[in-house]
């Protein structure tokens, strides 16, 4: 290689070198900002899933602490004077203090806070289903049994969370309706069904057994 191509690569190596480092006081900024963002991002998040998990916590405990109280009201009005930190937590709260308020005899009380759970459309699918299956099962619903029907093969449709539970209880309406084989059907069912729980197989054998069924779930 010639003297004057080495330094004309000498020159072509410098004024790439002044145009990066020109570069880099011109635009730098903008990677250390990003740098910044980055950090600060990820310790805003550390500090709100902290914060969650304490507010969570706190709830927890306050809970506990309530439920300790050995009178129904006593533990009512513990409960009435928690805050809870998120919906979810309120619609748990709220179906704690319906569960009080029927042990100590209101269960009209009781029914009415189920109600207003289950019809919080700010609140899960889940919650609400759980609501109202709470409160489609007190014995103060002024619902019919044809009422009640619909509302549980609507919580029996596939995907549903509350789909065994259910086809139980549209057992016992086709039982207190006269068809007790519709019943002995559904529950024979049930027992068939994987997702099935130990208590709910107990519970549907006892029941096809009293009504002088036969079990034909393998």
């Not at 748990?92 to 759970?117: F, H, K, P, Y």
């Not at 619902?143 to 093969?153: C, I």
């Not at 068939?192 to 029941?207: H, I, K, N, V, Y």
């Amino acid at each position: 290689m010639s003297d004057t191509d080495s330094f004309i690569d000498e020159v072509t190596e410098e004024v790439r070198r002044d145009r990066l480092f020109g570069l880099m006081r011109r635009y730098g900024w903008i990677a250390v900002v990003a740098v910044l963002l980055l950090v600060g991002g990820t310790a805003y998040r550390e500090y709100v899933r902290a914060s969650a998990q304490a507010d969570a916590e706190a709830f927890g405990n306050a809970v506990l602490i309530a439920l300790e109280n050995d009178d129904a009201a006593d533990r009512v009005a513990a409960l009435q004077n928690i805050a809870a930190p998120t919906p979810e937590g309120g619609a748990v709260l709220d179906m704690l203090i319906a569960a009080e308020q029927a042990l100590q005899g209101d269960g009209g009380s009781a029914a009415d806070r189920l109600g207003q759970t289950a019809t919080d459309g700010a609140l899960p699918q889940i919650y609400r289903q759980i609501a109202s299956f709470k409160a489609l099962t007190r014995p103060e619903s002024t619902l019919s049994n044809d009422e009640k029907r619909v509302a549980f093969e609507a919580m029996a449709a596939p995907g549903s969370q509350l789909r065994l539970l259910a086809e139980e209880q549209l057992a016992l309406l086709e039982i207190e309706a006269g068809t007790p084989d519709a019943a002995i059907a559904r529950l024979n069912s049930i027992l068939m069904d994987a997702e099935a729980t130990p208590g709910l197989r107990r519970r549907a054998s006892q029941l096809i057994v009293a009504l002088g069924g036969e079990i034909t779930a393998s």
